[in-house]
């Protein structure tokens, strides 16, 4: 919202302070304010006389026009067919910088010298016109300020105001505020109103059928009226903050709103069928024209202004196109009404329409201040478009609003704030901001609820007023008050770091992706459930929320590759999604990581390799031994992510905690992807909850271990993992570690075979093992090997 | 013979790296490479032996010489590089201008680099880790925050809805009340974690980002130690010289309500295109937690008070770092994040 200092003045003195204090000061105390200059540039915009005009003598469309500002007359050339000897008109002298950032300069023009500009509307800012000059009333005064002479001069700031503030959005709002910062007295508009017109009961009448929507309606009518264009006073008021002239009826209506912050409608009384008002919720599907030209349908229970036979207008909302004041009207009706907000809100959002009514009545209007409006502006309208007020007003007010009554307990300020406010500054405050306190005890206070504060009804909330006038800089600090130890971090929450941490000891670079996906990405695997789609999206490549983390990986090496960075290894700890029934959703934290293409290293001792599929298990087994202190069992799973027979489960104590494997080539061709991809993800619960801490330290070994090393050749069926757990049956209590060193075919080994070569160390806690003892354990190991999986010692 | 064997190749892989790298000149080296892996070289020799070896020990052994086998030759390899620079005085060096062999680390994203700092701070001022689901009910995203429907707060985000009364939590706020519901005061958490608005992707806005919301509730906190707790972040976050200003606001779940704002990282105050020359930078919003929200969870209000806070670190960290596009922290293109860090 926009205010001018000017229009500030007619509420509080703004004597010596600028538009940067009255901003700081606002900012300090709530209401973001910031200085915004006049609305248009041109401080030296003069209003000058065209003395003569003369055809120029090198150029046929252009004028050299002799003019005066006040003193000694100048030439400038005008080439707008519209400029004449006699008129009034606006003059850039040289040095004026436009308002399209051009400055004037002292220029020959076909070889005469201009020493100025006669303006046309775009040059000064005010509009889009440039079909020929401004030409002013004869009785614009010769060389006064244009700025000044429209009313333009003022110093404006621009606010940002809060929800719970509608009482800051008009010029005396604001003015609240300054009287407690500056503890300047306000004042209100001097209103003379003559009701010189006939009974207004005898020309309209009022009825509310819908009380709930609309506690109170006000309305005056004025007879004999001209319509025509505000004076400029008026339209430069209006204009500098943002509000658009019209004419003198409905620019009155406005020119009250941004003075004192209340909603008013004009209708034209004659189009009001049976010239009367009544007031009733919309039904179902009913169709209205807003006095923006656009019909719409309107919501079931919204608050219609209606005439005798149909609805006039959209309440607290918008007017409607039958019934606003046209250039023939005469008689007007006037309204003044108060609306109850969320009726308003609902409506204001069904239709989508914002404006300065439906900000104000959706917020909470002043519910007291319909009166001082319409009078006020009935007799603005007597002053300026003539006709006669009729008699009295219409108040229909069939539910009394009740101010609340507020107790604030002297005690309550320290305990909120951490800082006690002397009393007598805290009443100054609430006074100030035109709380009256009703009684005052040693307790504390009892007040009422202004009309125009919707958000003041608790002790809470006039602690916060005086802490927002008073100053939060006066507020201490405190340091230390606090003491109380934490409580640990649920277990899946505290691993986190930890396993971003390991796995980028493992090189993996961390991403963040979109939890929001399109949908053929959620539909590309089976997720834990229903996938979620957002009802209202902008954008159908982010509808969805994902289902798995995969495809959100893969894009990354997609937008990768595609700008020719060729391989990567990275990982995200992110959340999958899910519906598990009616009202049940579900989120899951996972850890997943992908590696394609190739190692990227290129240095000199460096081997650039492709990553493959033990590069994955290798980094998924070291985070689960970290994890769990154990190894983990990789076991054949045909997934839809994997290659079959590319993809495993990883579990620990027979606990499924994720999966990995080489992702399908024609998933990799979906995501254009020219190289293998290795998928690995891990349920971040189920990690955490295979967590196991070190209770006790194994004694360092004292005697030596005895080294064998084993190959066996075996059917290519036969899986490692199966040999192992074979020779560690078989190896008994003091086979204390066995690595795989080899696996080998070729040249030796058959077809259809492969060597597998173990490293084995056998140790006792308690002695040096002998060579006879280990031959022993070595010769069962070779038996169980041949018997379990056909195994033979390769020679 | 195995054993001795076997002894033998770790005397070799034990001493050899040394030698090497205590030649003086290339012929030095040169005699090694015949010495170790020549046709009469030791490696050599016992490499023929291996056939002679039983059959049980072969592989192991000869994996074991095929590794010393490489590790002399990689040695021999540098060492023949390093003559290849001679200082002004006739002496041999290597070049250790060479750059080493790549160290694989990884990196943290930009945005947990900046999660990271602000929850270690906090946690070194008491607060605890905690998380809460991000499709959240209505109750919990707006009307336990003291906003019910039709409130015009409501507006002042753009909500995602995934069913009827079921948002995208639009803040982290709806954990204050979710924490406070599980426990009595004492309560000192942090939450770190994901939020969504319903806004066109563009180069300013994302429709998801990160925020950090704080609650401390106990008997006796008052705004004071709001600020003095806010401050100490600020000062711990930003440069030293950064200065905190506390600016009332208004939010529904919080009373008084204030904005955190700081002197601009970028201009230090005196204004710039960061700051719209304002000099200062919103931050954060905190405030005292409204007795209504007190209502729904069963806390007295008569007898516990409490603060709130929450920031967006997305933007912030974007000033930080002068990155002109937020889309560049989710499209994870690494020459962007191989800077962090």
Known sequence: MRISLDWLNDFISTDGLSAANIADRLTASGIEATPIGTLIAGDSLVIGEVLTCEKHPNADRLSVCGVTTGGAPMTIVCGAPNVAAGQKVVIAPVGTELANGMRIKRAAIRGVTSEGMICAEDEVGLGDDHEGIIVLPPDAPTGMSFLKYLHLDSERLELELTPNRPDAMSHRGVARDLSALFGRPTTNPIISLEENGRPVEEITSVLIDDPEGCPRYVARVVEGVRIGPSPSWLAGRLRQVGVRPINNVVDVTNYVLMAIGHPLHAF???????????????????????????????????????????????????????????????????????????????????????????????????????????????????????????????????????????????????????????????????????????????????????????????????????????????????????????????????????????????????????????????????????????????????????????????????????????????????????????????????????????????????????????????????????????????????????????????????????????????????????????????????????????????????????????????????????????????????????????????????????????????????????????????????????????????? | MTAELRDELDRIAAQAPARIDACASPEEVEALRVEYVGTKGSITRINKLLREVPADQRPGLGKRVGEVRSLVLQKLQEAGQKFQVEDGAGRQRIDITLPGRTFLLGRRHPLTIALDRITSIFSDMGFTVADGPEIESEYYNFEALNMPPDHPARDMTDTYYVAPQWPLRSQTSPVQVREMEKRRPPVRIIVPGKVYRNEDVSARAMNQFFQVEGLYVDRNVTFADLKGTLETFCRRFFPPKTRVRFRPSYFPFTEPSTEVDVSCILCNGSGCRVCKYAGWLEILGAGMVDPNVFGFVDYDPEEYNGFAFGMGIDRTTMMRYGVDDIRHFWENDMRFLSQFE
């Not at chain 1, 959002?349 to 006020?376: C, H, M, N, P, Y």
């Not at chain 1, 007040?447 to 507020?475: H, K, M, N, Y």
């Not at chain 1, 240095?603 to 983990?632: H, K, M, N």
Request: include cysteine.
């Open chain 1, 268 to 795: 034209d009384l004659h189009r009001l069928a049976g010239h009367r008002i009544v007031v009733r919720a919309a039904e179902r599907d009913e169709r209205f024209t807003t006095l923006d030209g656009t019909e719409r349908t309107i919501p079931e229970g919204s608050v219609f202004i209606c005439d005798g036979e149909r609805p006039v207008a959209l309440g607290g909302i918008m007017g409607g196109l039958n019934s606003e004041i046209t250039d023939d009207t005469t008689d007007v009706l006037l309204e003044a009404a108060y609306f109850t907000p969320t009726r308003i809100r609902r409506t204001a959002k069904a239709v989508g329409l914002q404006t300065e009514a439906s900000q104000r009545f959706e917020r909470g209007a002043d519910w007291d201040a319909v009166i001082e409006a319409i009078d006020w502006a009935a007799a603005l309208i007597q002053q300026l478009a003539g006709g006669s007020v009729a008699k009295g007003r219409i108040d229909a007010y069939p539910q009394t609003l009740e101010p609340a009554t507020i107790t604030l307990r002297w005690a309550q300020i320290p305990r909120v704030l951490g800082a006690d406010v002397p009393r007598e500054e805290s009443k100054r405050i609430l006074t100030a901001l035109g709380i009256p306190v009703r009684e005052e005890t040693s307790e504390g206070l009892r007040c009422e609820q202004p009309s125009w504060r919707p958000d003041l009804t608790r002790g809470i909330d006039l602690v916060e007023e005086i802490a927002r006038i008073w100053g939060f800089d006066q507020i201490p600090s405190r340091v230390g008050g606090v003491g109380v130890p934490p409580e640990e971090a649920p277990p899946e929450l505290a691993i986190v770091p930890q396993l971003r941490s390991w796995c980028i000891g493992a090189g993996l670079q961390e991403v963040i992706t979109s939890s929001l996906v399109a949908p053929r990405y959620a539909d590309l695997f089976c997720g834990d459930g229903a996938k979620v789609e957002i009802t209202n999206f902008s954008t159908s490549d982010m509808s969805v929320l994902r289902t798995h983390m995969l495809p959100s990986l893969l894009d990354v090496a997609r937008i990768n590759y595609s700008r020719k960075v060729e391989g990567v290894a990275l990982f995200e700890l992110g959340h999958v999604y899910s519906r598990k029934a009616e009202d049940e959703y579900n989120q899951r934290r996972v850890l997943s990581i992908l590696l394609t293409g190739s190692t990227g290293q290129v240095r000199w001792a460096d081997q650039r390799r492709e990553w493959d599929f033990y590069d994955l298990s290798g980094i998924a087994e070291t985070i689960v031994q970290r994890c769990s202190l154990r190894s983990p069992e990789i076991v054949h799973y045909d997934g839809d992510e994997f290659v079959p027979g590319n993809g495993a489960r990883v579990l620990v104590a027979g606990k499924e905690v994720g999966q990995l494997g080489q992702v399908r080539n024609d998933v990799c061709e979906l995501f254009d992807l020219p190289a293998l991809a290795y998928y690995c993800q891990f349920d971040v619960i189920g990690l955490a909850a295979c967590q196991a801490t070190l209770s006790r330290v194994k004694p360092l070994p004292r005697f030596p271990a005895v080294e064998r090393d084993l190959a066996l050749v075996v059917p290519e069926s036969v899986e490692s993992r199966m040999l192992e757990n074979t020779i560690k049956e078989a190896g008994g209590a003091l086979l204390e570690r066995v690595i795989v060193f080899d696996v080998y075919r070729g040249p030796g080994v058959s077809k259809g075979e492969k060597s597998v070569a173990f490293h084995l160390d056998f140790r006792a806690a308690d002695r040096t093992l002998k060579d006879e003892e280990v031959d022993t354990f070595m010769r069962r190991i070779v038996e169980s090997a041949q018997g379990k999986a056909g195994a033979r010692l390769r020679e």
